[in-house]
Every structure is written in structure tokens, then in C-alpha cells.
């Protein structure tokens, strides 16, 4: 009996030690294979852009571009249409993320920013490690539930290479696929594929996203309560950004259903909105306004700018992602309005970025260890106010459509809802 019993505990902890070691291997490859492209990735956009701003007649062809883009998809037979959401919704189901989608979404992300489209990189970013990471677990061949792991292993890896924020990249990754239900058993694959992906960044040189504040003010009850009125705006920019990015992408389906002419006329659209702006800095990520926006200079109308050239981008078939112009849109709202409610406006440009991204994503977590990341643990009291706030009042509204909210914000309610 006794003998049994200790034969049962040998055997668990074998379990537990050969577990650990498989996730760190396998993770490790991931991390490996993922940082590597993620840093290619990232030295392509950054030359794309680059170029872009070197000759600023690039624009003028952007229509072509989408034309490409489209081509590509479909000489490879893939739906122009498939993105983060098919990677999402890969992790509760049978659904696999194929190979072609890496390359894909690779070659059309740095065409967009090449060309001038206004989008980010995250989504690639999640595109291309979800593809690794389903290739991967094939080569090993892992179980179901396995590959919904090395999924988000993958996810992570990329993510952390890009913006060097490896904390950042595990959580995100753990929290973004089902609202109040963090996949737990994914800590220590994301967590080691995300360490290893931005070790790997180092080497290629990619500089981790950081920021300086020059102004972080004391916890008080004035401030608070600023920080909560800024944050409940931001929340409600959230909805409306989330509402524009889908409805705009359904409007041109029903309006121009053929999927060349649409992106083409996405492309048009973009090129005569940037003469009517006369600036360019609406056109690609715009890291750099962001970066204006946290030393304190903003203009009123970027935020609203950002959100039309992003919506027309996106929504008419361009490839890149959302997470980056909601840093835009947020840093400058932040910027602008903190400043309007006597915060710091470079202060409050980090909060607004914070928030957004919060109020976008669903990821408190996530949102918390971001703006850590970021600017450092001197106000993290104010950042975690602004995420909680950010959070409840964004409601059921998100970026991707295939997260699930399985439980209320309101209550211990389990409701089991896509994102709007």
C-alpha cells in the first residue's frame, strides 16, 4: 500500500520534470526560430519605412501595392480576408494555422509600409508566430491540446522580438484568446519562448521600445481622480476605434466586393487624404509621433486623423496590424486631453497609450506589465488605475472579433460572448 503510494508520487513528479523540460526544448526552438524572423521582420519594416520616408513618391503607387497583395493571396489560395482572428480562434478549435501564412502576411506587411499604408506590425507579429509555432508542433508531433500551446508559444516569441517587451508578450499572448480564462499551463512556454525570441532581437540589434518620462507625478487624490476621468475617455475612444476598424471593413465588403478594386480603392483613398492633411505623418506606424506625443507635443486632430487612415488601411484588405496605431491614437488623445485635465501631457500620453491598449485588447494584465515595460515601474499604481478603469467601462468591444469574453466585467457572470 505504502509502496504503491510512494510509486504514485514518483511517477507524478516524472510527469511534472518531463513536462517541464519538453516546454522549455520545444519552447526554446520556437523562441529561437521566432526571434530570428521576428528581427528580419523588423529590420524589413524599418528599412521599408525608411525608404518610404526617403521617397515620399512611394505613396503614389500604393494602389499597386494592394493589387500585389491580393495576387499573392490568392496565387497561394488563401482567403484575403484571414488574419489574427483565424490565429485566435485556432487555440479553442481544431482550426489549423497554415505555413503559407507566415511568408504572406510578411511580404504584404512590409508592402504596406513601403507604400504608405497606415497599420502596425503586431499583426504580422502574431500571424507569423502562429504559423511557427503550428509548423513546429507538427515536426514534434504534439496532441490537440499541445498545439493550442505552441501556438501561443509562437504568438509570444514574435511579439517579444518586435517590441522587445518579452513580459509584455507572455501575457498578451496567455490573455488575449478568452477573457477572464488565462490558459495557465502556457506560462512557462510563452514566458521561455518570449525570453529566448527577445534574446535572439539583441543580437540582431533590434532596439527594445522604451520611453522616458519626464514628469511622474505623485499619487494623490486629485491626480487619481484625473487619471480616472482620462482613462474612462480613453475607454470610450476604444469603442469607437473598434467600432470604425469593423464596420469600415464591412461597409467596403458590401460596397466594392470585388477584392482588387476595393484595396485599390483603399489605396486611392489613402493617397488624397494625405494631400488633403499635407503631412505624412499619418501614413505607415508613426513611432515617431508617438515618441512626440510622450515628450509632450501632440496636435488635437492626430488622434481622429489616425483612427480614419488605420480604418480606410485595414478595412480595405492592407496587411499589417492595429496594435501599433492604437499607441498612436492613444499617446496623442493621452497627450492632448491629459494636458486639458492638468496632467503632465507627456504623462499623459502614457497613460492614454496604456489605456487604449487596454481598452482594445481586453488584457488588464497584460496592459499593467506593458506600460512597465515601457516607461518603468515609478508609476505603477497610476498605470494599473488606468487599466482597470480602461478595462470595465471599454465593454464587450474588441480589435479582434474571435476573442472570447467568457466572463462579465460586471460581475462574476459567466457570459461566453465574441468581442464586438
Known amino acids: 500500500m505504502i509502496m504503491e503510494l510512494y510509486k504514485k508520487k514518483f511517477l507524478s513528479t516524472i510527469n511534472y520534470v518531463s513536462t517541464f523540460l519538453k516546454w522549455i526544448l520545444i519552447a526554446s526552438i520556437i523562441g529561437l526560430i521566432?526571434?530570428?524572423?521576428?528581427?528580419?521582420?523588423?529590420?524589413?519594416?524599418?528599412?521599408a519605412?525608411?525608404?518610404?520616408?526617403?521617397?515620399?513618391?512611394?505613396i503614389m503607387i500604393l494602389p499597386f501595392g494592394g493589387i500585389i497583395i491580393v495576387w499573392l493571396y490568392k496565387l497561394c489560395k488563401m482567403p484575403v480576408n484571414i488574419g489574427t482572428n483565424q490565429v485566435i480562434e485556432s487555440i479553442r478549435s481544431d482550426e489549423k494555422v497554415t505555413f503559407v501564412m507566415a511568408p504572406l502576411i510578411f511580404v504584404s506587411t512590409v508592402i504596406t509600409h513601403?507604400?504608405?499604408g497606415s497599420a502596425g506590425r503586431e499583426g504580422a507579429a502574431l500571424q507569423l508566430g502562429g504559423s511557427i509555432g503550428s509548423q513546429v508542433g507538427k515536426i514534434f508531433r504534439l496532441d490537440e491540446k499541445d498545439m493550442h500551446l505552441i501556438t501561443l508559444c509562437g504568438m509570444s516569441s514574435v511579439f517579444s522580438a518586435l517590441f522587445g517587451t518579452p513580459l509584455t508578450a507572455t501575457f498578451f499572448a496567455m490573455e488575449v484568446i478568452s477573457v477572464g480564462v488565462i490558459y495557465y499551463s502556457s506560462f512557462v512556454p510563452c514566458l521561455t519562448s518570449s525570453i529566448v525570441a527577445y534574446t535572439i532581437s539583441l543580437l540582431f540589434n533590434v532596439e527594445p521600445v522604451r520611453y522616458t518620462l519626464k514628469v511622474i507625478p505623485k499619487v494623490s487624490l486629485p491626480i487619481?481622480?484625473?487619471?480616472?476621468?482620462?482613462?474612462?475617455?480613453?475607454a470610450g475612444v476604444s469603442i469607437v476605434l473598434c467600432m470604425i476598424m469593423h464596420n469600415t471593413q464591412e461597409l467596403m465588403k458590401k460596397?466594392?466586393?470585388n477584392e482588387f478594386l476595393r484595396i485599390a480603392v483603399g489605396g486611392i483613398l489613402i493617397i488624397v487624404l494625405t494631400f488633403l492633411v499635407g503631412s505624412m505623418d499619418y501614413n505607415g506606424a508613426g513611432m515617431d509621433i508617438?515618441?512626440?506625443?510622450?515628450?509632450?507635443?501632440?496636435?488635437?486632430?492626430?488622434?481622429?486623423?489616425?483612427?480614419?487612415?488605420?480604418?480606410?488601411?485595414?478595412?480595405?484588405?492592407?496587411?499589417?496590424?492595429?496594435?501599433?496605431?492604437t499607441f498612436f491614437i492613444g499617446s496623442?488623445?493621452?497627450?492632448?486631453?491629459?494636458?486639458?485635465?492638468?496632467?503632465?501631457?507627456?504623462?499623459?500620453?502614457?497613460?492614454?497609450?496604456?489605456?487604449?491598449?487596454?481598452?482594445?485588447?481586453?488584457?488588464?494584465?497584460a496592459s499593467v506589465i506593458l506600460s512597465i515595460e515601457l516607461f518603468g515601474s515609478r508609476g505603477i499604481i497610476l498605470f494599473a488605475i488606468a487599466c482597470s478603469v480602461s478595462y470595465m467601462m471599454s465593454g464587450y468591444y474588441g480589435l479582434y472579433s474571435s476573442q472570447k469574453i467568457m466572463y462579465s466585467k460586471l460581475k462574476a457572470e459567466f457570459i461566453n460572448i465574441n468581442a464586438k
Not at 521566432?34 to 528599412?47: A, N, Q, R, Y
Not at 487619481?224 to 480613453?234: A, F, N, T, Y
Not at 515618441?291 to 484588405?317: C, D, H, M, Q, V
Not at 492632448?336 to 503632465?344: A, C, E, F, R
Open 224 to 234: 487619481i481622480m484625473k487619471i480616472i476621468v482620462l482613462s474612462v475617455l480613453c
Open 49 to 58: 519605412t525608411g525608404f518610404r520616408q526617403k521617397y515620399n513618391w512611394l
Open 114 to 116: 513601403l507604400l504608405g
Open 255 to 257: 460596397k466594392v466586393k
Open 290 to 325: 508617438i515618441s512626440k506625443a510622450i515628450a509632450g507635443e501632440a496636435r488635437p486632430e492626430a488622434f481622429i486623423l489616425k483612427i480614419i487612415f488605420t480604418a480606410i488601411t485595414i478595412g480595405t484588405g492592407f496587411k499589417g496590424g492595429e496594435i501599433v496605431p
Open 34 to 47: 521566432g526571434g530570428s524572423i521576428g528581427s528580419l521582420f523588423h529590420v524589413s519594416v524599418e528599412f
Open 332 to 365: 496623442t488623445f493621452g497627450c492632448v486631453v491629459g494636458g486639458l485635465l492638468g496632467i503632465d501631457p507627456g504623462f499623459g500620453a502614457a497613460i492614454g497609450l496604456v489605456a487604449l491598449f487596454c481598452g482594445v485588447v481586453n488584457s488588464p494584465i
